[in-house]
DNA sequence: TCTTCCCGCCAATGG
DNA sequence: CCATTGGCGGGAAGA
């Protein structure tokens, strides 16, 4: 049992029935969260879970350690780790917000100049664990909205533009958007006209916002926040009209691409119209499956819900600040300028300027 | 074709 | 020494 299937390299007869996506991050974490997200506090050791959840070491770390990054998961001891609820993103995104945890941006433009040596410490530069908090405050810290890999990538890649490094930061940032998407705290949109995906920041609210009957006068409220968080200076939608002509910037997802729709949240917004949950969103095991993982679990949604309700008083006591931060406001030009540059070379345009 | 991203080698780290 | 951890790039599946 120990050994499934991983040995045989690459055999033929395994092509006939591999399927990649069953081996994605995005089932890997819907079986996860099934099995785990009960309550916090459960012990999750690393050889258990790989066998219940039938997937390689190397791959569970690596899931592991995006979900550490977010704090919903806390490394007891070796190969040891506790399950925190997913109340505690709140927290985590506001420190994010505030410039905490990713202590690589506590000064990024003094070492432009001793950047000559940089490639020996950047060693730690394409850890999962930095990119993924980069990533998130990516989504927290600027004003953008709708981010491709790519651009994420060399938006976090800083000054350096050796492609070879941001063609590894892209690979990485593909794993991490994945498991955020799956978990519902950023949305994964499949863009034609770029024909590329692009992700949208859901958050804590977002989920409860689609719980909710009315979300129309929900996402009014989002917009209100979302302006005076930014009242510092004027021109924040670049999504506008303002980019090119034939852009499609503003294209979110009709309402659930075949690649989403699975994750184990979603069954919130299903919730109201009982009787109508499609059997897709059940989770599906990849041929290697586990056997002891409960096949599934229909009262989890009560669950879900009350979390939610959680996240929903914990994002208003904590009423997002966005203005007024040192680090926050040096992330903002940073990011600015990086998305400018990044603007007027690639697109030939630029994004905000009078 | 280009984008997405899984697999696993192997170096570093730790006990 | 072996086990765990994690950076990294090849190259195959997917669109």
């Known amino acids: 049992m120990a050994q499934l299937s991983a040995n045989s390299t690459q055999?033929?007869?395994?092509?006939?029935?591999?399927?990649?996506?069953?081996?994605?991050?995005?089932?890997?974490c819907s079986n996860f969260l099934?099995?785990?997200?009960?309550?916090?506090?459960?012990?999750?050791?690393?050889?258990d879970a790989c066998a219940r959840l039938g997937v390689d070491k190397r791959r569970l770390r690596d899931f592991i350690v995006i979900l550490e990054s977010i704090g919903l998961l806390k490394k007891e001891r070796k190969n040891h780790y506790s399950w925190k609820g997913f109340g505690v993103l709140p927290k985590t995104f506001q420190l994010l917000q505030r410039g905490?945890?990713?202590?690589?941006?506590?000064?990024?433009?003094?070492?432009?100049?001793?950047?000559?040596?940089?490639?020996?410490?950047n060693r730690k530069e394409n850890c999962i664990e930095l990119l993924t908090q980069k990533f998130v405050k990516l989504f927290l810290c600027s004003e953008l909205e709708l981010i491709?890999?790519?651009?994420?990538?060399?938006?976090?890649?800083?000054?350096?533009?050796?492609?070879?490094?941001?063609?590894?930061?892209?690979?990485?940032?593909y794993d991490i958007a994945n498991v955020l998407a799956s978990m519902n705290i950023i949305q994964k949109t499949?863009?034609?006209?770029?024909?590329?995906?692009?992700?949208?920041?859901?958050?804590?609210?977002?989920?409860?916002?689609?719980?909710?009957?009315?979300?129309?006068?929900?996402?009014?409220?989002?917009?209100?926040i979302e302006n005076?968080?930014?009242?510092?200076?004027?021109?924040?939608?670049?999504g506008d009209q303002s980019s090119k002509g034939t852009t499609?910037?503003?294209?979110?997802?009709?309402?659930q691409t075949p690649c989403e729709g699975r994750s184990p949240k979603k069954v919130v917004e299903n919730d109201l119209e009982k009787g109508s949950i499609p059997d897709i969103e059940k989770h599906r095991f990849g041929p290697s499956a586990p056997k002891t993982v409960p096949q599934d679990k229909p009262k989890s949604k009560n669950n879900i819900g009350t979390q939610i309700q959680d996240w929903e008083s914990l994002a208003l006591t904590h009423r997002p600040?966005?203005?007024?931060?040192?680090?926050?406001r040096d992330l903002f030009s940073h990011y600015r300028g990086a998305w400018n540059n990044y603007h007027s070379e690639v697109a030939g345009k630029d994004p905000a300027q009078p």
């Open 228 to 238: 005076e968080a930014t009242d510092t200076s004027a021109k924040r939608h670049m």
């Open 321 to 328: 600040q966005y203005h007024q931060h040192q680090a926050l």
């Open 248 to 255: 499609s910037q503003t294209v979110v997802a009709p309402s």
């Open 148 to 173: 491709s890999i790519d651009e994420a990538a060399i938006l976090l890649n800083g000054d350096a533009q050796d492609p070879s490094l941001i063609q590894t930061k892209v690979k990485r940032l």
């Open 100 to 121: 905490g945890l990713g202590e690589s941006y506590t000064r990024l433009e003094d070492d432009e100049v001793s950047q000559v040596g940089g490639k020996l410490d």
């Open 190 to 224: 499949y863009q034609p006209e770029t024909k590329r995906f692009v992700f949208r920041w859901i958050g804590i609210r977002g989920e409860a916002e689609m719980a909710t009957t009315n979300d129309l006068a929900l996402k009014t409220k989002r917009r209100t």
């Open 34 to 47: 099934n099995l785990y997200d009960q309550d916090r506090g459960e012990m999750i050791e690393t050889h």
């Open 11 to 28: 055999f033929n007869f395994r092509k006939l029935t591999y399927c990649r996506k069953e081996k994605s991050f995005d089932l890997l």
